[in-house]
């Protein structure tokens, strides 16, 4: 098969699609998106309808719509949209984002027609005093409102995000906010840590990133919270409850290939990476220009334990070994041997896995990879 002219030989199980419409741009945000109209939509919906017919198999077992704000598009734009991706079988998990000030129950129903099976919702906090400082146009009462919604329409797998380190965020603010998401029927939480992006508002403004003791005790204290409240921490900033693992995102830390749909989404088919262009221009115009990285060996060796490494059970060496015709332990012996003596990296039943202490210093952790 040929795709985005990479000539492939197999059928990744994996898609991703954005979607870079916004009802408010979050202050933030540096993501591929724009204020959503509905003249961008009907642009953006004839190119997304081609990259999807390029695409050769019609069997996928995980898609994720993110963004963006794929809920700000309008109950009729969702079924004209899902509708593309109606063609596709065998699809075992099938999550979209979304944001609760751009949900309501019709469009949930919406959701459920079309199959998607998980949702996951930027809450990002319950302070109202963050959620003004961010730029989230939601309450409270908008998230429990949409989480009643998802129930009532039959959609049981919901997994939320929550911010950490952000300005003037407490301690206090944050223990209140894990208590309160562990309080709700939500099957997996992420954490992401405030970066600072140069083209976000937070980076137009100035603002500053916080303490680094207090992101580091937020984080450490939120692992300890959420593993003692039901929550099985999997990954470097995710937990789930009742074995809900996100199977989409643990395709990517196992170096699986997936497709990248739409604009400024990114790839992996094989040896070669690609990122489609984050130019609303070049994409209307179908232009497609992308950047494909083409791997050798090396690189693929590396990024396999790069990523398989934010997973807290690791790397299966036996598997590794049998996909990359080495021998793991003896390739990057120095590399291992070093982390190990700092306490960084553990052996375990046949697995390589950072430690408590490597996981708080995962960078360093792989620069002794890089390095070997």
């Not at 950072?354 to 210093?361: E, F």
């Amino acid at each position: 098969m040929e795709f985005k002219g990479i000539v492939y030989h197999e059928f990744p199980k994996a898609m991703y699609v954005h979607v870079p419409f916004c009802a408010s741009i979050c202050a933030y945000c540096d993501f591929a998106r724009v204020k959503y109209t509905s003249v961008l939509f009907d642009k953006w919906l004839a190119v997304i309808r081609k990259e999807l017919d390029s695409v050769s198999t019609n069997e996928m077992r995980t898609i994720y719509i993110g963004g963006g704000t794929p809920s700000s598009l309008s109950i009729e734009q969702l079924d004209v949209f899902l509708g593309l991706l109606d063609r596709f079988s065998g699809v075992e998990e099938y999550t979209i984002e979304v944001n609760p000030e751009t949900l309501s129950l019709e469009k949930c129903m919406m959701l459920k027609k079309h199959g998607i099976n998980r949702i996951s919702m930027g809450v990002q906090s319950f302070q109202s005093h963050l959620l003004k400082m961010m730029d989230r146009k939601h309450c409270v009462e908008d998230i429990m409102q949409c989480l009643a919604w998802f129930k009532e329409v039959g959609i049981t797998n919901c997994s939320i995000d929550l911010m950490y380190a952000l300005p003037k965020q407490s301690m206090e603010d944050w223990e209140n906010d894990l208590a309160i998401a562990c309080s709700l029927d939500v099957s997996h939480i992420s954490l992401y840590s405030l970066t600072i992006e140069p083209n976000s508002k937070f980076g137009r403004w100035g603002v500053e990133p916080i303490d680094g003791d207090l992101e580091f005790e937020m984080y450490e204290y939120a692992i300890d919270y959420l593993s003692s409240h039901g929550f099985d921490h999997y990954e470097v900033s995710n937990f789930a409850r009742n074995g809900l693992c996100s199977k989409h995102n643990i395709a990517y830390w196992k170096y699986d290939d997936f497709y990248g749909i739409g604009l400024g989404s990114s790839g992996k088919l094989g040896k070669y990476r690609y990122t489609q262009t984050m130019n609303f221009v070049e994409y209307f115009n179908e232009t497609l220009d992308m950047e494909i990285v083409e791997l050798d060996d090396s690189d693929e060796r590396f990024e396999a334990i790069m990523m398989g490494l934010r997973m807290l059970e690791g790397i299966c060496i036996e598997e590794y070994n049998c996909r990359y015709k080495v021998d793991l332990l003896a390739l990057y012996e120095g590399a291992i041997n070093e982390n190990i003596r700092r306490g960084w990296l553990e052996i375990v039943d046949g697995y390589m896995c950072v430690t408590r202490d490597g996981l708080y210093l995962l960078h360093e952790v792989l620069l002794e990879f890089m390095n070997d």
